[in-house]
């Protein structure tokens, strides 16, 4: 038998695989577009959720705070009026978490006033007539020497924490004074 020529052996045939076109990809500026607004949505939705104290847009007034003007036809009614000052105004926390008010009653006489009782309405720097005062504060003072001045703090009722109220700068008062009688 003659022989028969050999042919070169022929491998079988590889499988192809075919890799899938890479995905496009968000580009970074966009992912830090989208994390910077949902972090910043969330924020602001617990800012408001939270942060607001009370949803009036009274800004925290109690609802039944006396107007400011109700306080100026007693303003100049009382002699000792326009000797006395309240000043010093300084808002705080005690221990159980209630808002008091600090302030000096300065006396500006020469004589010592004894017994002195005032009415004090708590407003801002620039509360018109027609506002309602923050707070009314009933203060029993005592005695002021000539010339002198007393440090005071009262207790104010108010559902808002210290730290929602104005700031000492911006707060003012309206007072008069109740007692003695004149």
């Keep these: ?3 028969q020529p050999q ?3 022929e491998a079988a045939p590889q499988p192809a695989y075919v890799l899938p076109e890479p995905k496009k990809k968000m580009p970074a500026w966009l992912v830090v577009l989208l994390v910077f607004g949902v972090l910043g949505g969330g924020l602001y939705g617990v800012y ?3 942060g607001s104290g009370s949803g009036s847009p009274g800004g925290g007034q109690e609802p039944g705070a006396p107007a400011v003007a109700s306080i100026a036809a007693e303003e100049g009614a009382h002699p000792f009026r326009r000797h006395l000052e309240v000043t010093g105004l300084r808002l705080f926390e005690d221990a159980r978490k209630n808002v008091v008010l600090r302030y000096t009653v300065v006396n500006h006489s020469p004589a010592e006033l004894g017994g002195v009782e005032l009415r004090i309405l708590l407003t801002t720097k620039n509360a018109d007539e027609k506002a309602a ?4 504060i009933l203060a029993k ?3 002021v020497p000539a010339h002198g001045a007393k ?3 009262s207790p104010v009722k108010t559902s808002l924490r210290a730290y929602e109220l104005p700031d ?6 309206r007072f008069s004074v109740t007692a003695p009688a004149n």
């Design 1 to 3: 038998m003659p022989a």
């Design 48 to 50: 408001r959720f939270f």
């Design 141 to 143: 003072v005592g005695t």
């Design 168 to 173: 000492w700068q911006f707060l003012d008062t």
């Design 133 to 136: 005062a923050l707070a009314e």
């Design 151 to 153: 440090e005071m703090e």
């Design 7 to 9: 042919q070169p052996w």
